[in-house]
């Protein structure tokens, strides 16, 4: 079993910064990718980033033209999501996933992922 708990949410003016932390604990966590994906109202869940716990290797899905990186402090169990020029379509609960290590293949769905947090709350004003 793992717990997720995010945290760094908040309210922001367009152009602004957050960084969002995803901090793990119960089980292993060398075995675990972790995600980053997103909710606004009335859409999809979608994929934001995700990263392998072992081995550094870090992908970002039309993130990282928007000023997202992916990164995470193993010593802390700490996944973060570091977002700058925000823009008001960022607006959405962010989430924070731990996925299987062997079905990397698929860390772009929602379903692959085991568990998730209970999200955290990005407002980006106009």
């Known amino acids: 079993q793992v717990q997720l708990v995010e945290s760094g949410g908040g309210l922001v003016q367009a152009g602004g910064s957050l960084r969002l932390s995803c901090a793990a604990s119960?089980?292993?966590?060398?075995?675990?990718?972790m995600g980053w994906f997103r909710q606004a109202p009335g859409k999809e869940r979608e994929f934001v980033a995700a990263i392998r716990w072992t081995g550094g290797l870090t992908y970002a899905f039309d993130s990282v033209k928007e000023g997202f990186t992916i990164s995470r402090d193993n010593a802390k169990n700490t996944v973060y999501l570091q977002m700058n020029s925000l823009k008001p379509e960022d607006t959405a609960i962010y989430y924070c996933a731990a996925l299987d290590g062997g079905r990397w293949l698929f860390h772009r769905r929602p379903s692959e992922y085991i568990y998730w947090g209970q999200g955290t709350q990005v407002t980006v004003s106009s």
């Open positions: 119960g089980s292993t966590f060398s075995s675990y990718a």
